[in-house]
């Protein structure tokens, strides 16, 4: 008997996955597999109706420690793609990661999802199922399927779809991030209303300040209270969203090559990763920061592609780790006007002394200001004599 696991949300895509395993594939058994990292529970309750109703073995698996646990090491990547925090592409290897252990677990022959050949996350997916033994099946990839075919498809087979709502937006929640596209989104031009978003509301005049706890580089506590990982990020998600904080909407280059008009909620991601980039300004040299700017754009790219287990990850987070070391105290972050704006930052690590930096005292420990001047004189002497030496030659 042959068994493959589906990746399995009970939406149109992947319930019409299942009879197209059994008939174009040949598969005896179709296992479906629906990950939690922390989408609405109504989503869960649709897998497992839709489920239930196709009598499909169906699995359902707690992955929100793991997603979250990589969430925050992004924060100390500070990790973003064009502008906003990786959500979405962290999600896809968790979810890879364990329906792959549940494929081993039940003895079946081969992985598949139910994603199109235009987006990233068949890339995501299939870099982790790939370096397994198992075959990788793309139904909707593989036949070219469009959503007008499957809804045509499911009500042929009188599947368990509703496809009424299926195609006003394609929506992806999980805890870091809310996505929303499709629909009129799908026009540039198009000035999106409020009724798309779910996570924030439209900015007004409140504000409210919080302060973020931070150790070696990790958020650990809100306001002296610690909290584990996965309720931290649901707590800020509710505060920071009541002020409209972390909305993008923006056109986003995809790995096929694809740009794409994109809306995204991240209100607790937002507040964490202004805080965390604020502390690291206090106890981060210069040449520190400047150098991590590049190590932080490989790791968001490696996160953007789905491949955080590529041994360039490794290395990256040698130096990640060397640096965070020192990123420990608070942060004081204002909520206002659709902002986190960090309004204070203390920790015993801070590259700063009050006394050098004011305006009130004479001099910096033993250097004083007057030993600036020959500083001055050499400073930008190479570039005057170069402009000299040109304008000496165009003279002649």
Known sequence: MTRVALAFSGGLDTTVCVPLLEDEWGYDEVVGVTVDVGQPDAEFEEAAETAEAL?????????????????????????????????????????????????????????????????????????????????????????????????????????????????????????????????????????????????????????????????????????????????????????????????????????LGLKVRENYEHPAATTLLNAHETLESLVLTKEERDFKKLVDNEWSQKGYEGLVDAPLMGALEGFIDETQSRVTGTVTIRFEGGQARPVGRDSEYAVYDESFASFNTEDVGDITQADATGVAKYHGFQERLAAKVLSKAKEE
């Open 55 to 255: 009598d499909l073995e169906h699995h359902i698996v707690d992955a929100k420690s793991e997603f979250a646990d990589l969430c925050f090491d992004s924060v100390r990547a500070n990790a973003t793609y064009q502008g906003y925090p990786l959500g979405t592409a962290l999600a896809r290897p968790v979810i890879a990661e364990a329906i792959l252990d549940v494929a081993k677990e039940n003895d079946c022959d081969a992985v598949a999802h139910g994603c199109t050949g235009k987006g990233n996350d068949q890339l995501r997916f299939e870099a982790v199922w790939r370096a397994s033994d198992l075959e990788v099946i793309a139904p909707v990839r593989e036949l070219g399927l469009t959503r007008e075919w499957e809804i045509e498809y499911a009500a042929e087979k009188d599947l368990p779809v509703e496809g009424g709502n299926e195609g006003v937006w394609s929506i992806d929640t999980n805890l870091w991030s809310r996505s929303i596209e499709g629909g009129d989104l799908e026009q540039p031009g198009h000035v999106p209303g409020e009724e798309i978003y779910d996570w924030t509301r439209s900015p007004a005049g409140d504000t409210e300040e919080i302060e973020l706890t931070f150790e070696d580089g990790y958020p650990v506590a809100v306001d002296g209270e610690e909290m584990e990982p996965v309720a931290l990020i649901d707590h800020l998600n509710e505060v920071a969203g009541e002020y409209g904080v972390g909305r993008t909407d923006m056109m986003e280059d995809r790995m």
